[in-house]
């Protein structure tokens, strides 16, 4: 570990079945590190930068996040609980979400062009505001997530499933959604369709 700027920097480091709510969490700067099977709940993520890291099955849940910056970040796998990524760091703030549970989670205001999540659970997640350009929602269940004034030019929903979205509340120029999906565009105009 050396010294930079005052904050410890890590790099090439495996982190496995470590449960930093006993052992402590470093505030650090972390690139290019592998956490698998790791318990984060109880301790803080504030402050802390991850470039290019991997987080694998682990536990995230409602940790604070002030200030984080994530760049090149994956999480595959992992509880994510209520976390509030529009604490992070947004000029620094690229991910990509694989079978994650994010029920709860908020990316109020977040620039999230061509964003992926691929098999998550974004249950009552908020996306108010958010720019989803390009983002892709595959396979992922959405109720009770909330999405306005939203930017979904070009997303991708086409897999999406459980989602409503106010057609004239959030800007959607351009993207895909399934036939099937179709009830969720039109609920909030008391269309019934059989």
Do not use: W
């Amino acid at each position: 570990m050396d010294k930079i700027m005052s904050k410890t920097y890590i790099t090439d480091k495996l982190f496995e079945k470590v449960n930093f709510a006993e052992t402590g969490f470093d505030k650090a700067a972390y690139e290019n590190c592998r956490f698998l099977n790791c318990i984060f709940t109880g301790v803080s993520l504030a402050a802390c930068n991850f470039e290019d890291c991997e987080f694998t099955a682990c536990d995230i849940s409602a940790v604070p996040l002030t200030g984080a910056a994530m760049r090149g970040v994956s999480f595959k796998d992992c509880k994510l609980l209520g976390l509030q990524f529009q604490d992070c760091n947004e000029y620094m703030f690229t991910a990509t979400f694989t079978a994650c549970n994010l029920s709860l989670s908020s990316f109020y205001k977040l620039k999230l062009k061509a964003i992926v999540f691929k098999n998550c659970n974004l249950q009552e997640a908020d996306f108010t505001e958010a720019d989803l350009t390009r983002a892709a929602f595959d396979n992922c269940e959405l109720a009770l997530t909330v999405f306005d004034h939203t930017i979904l030019e070009q997303a991708d929903l086409r897999t999406a499933y459980n989602y409503t979205i106010n057609p004239s509340a959030n800007k959607i120029k351009g993207a895909k959604f399934s036939l099937s999906g179709i009830p969720g565009l039109l609920s909030t105009y008391g269309i019934q369709i059989e």
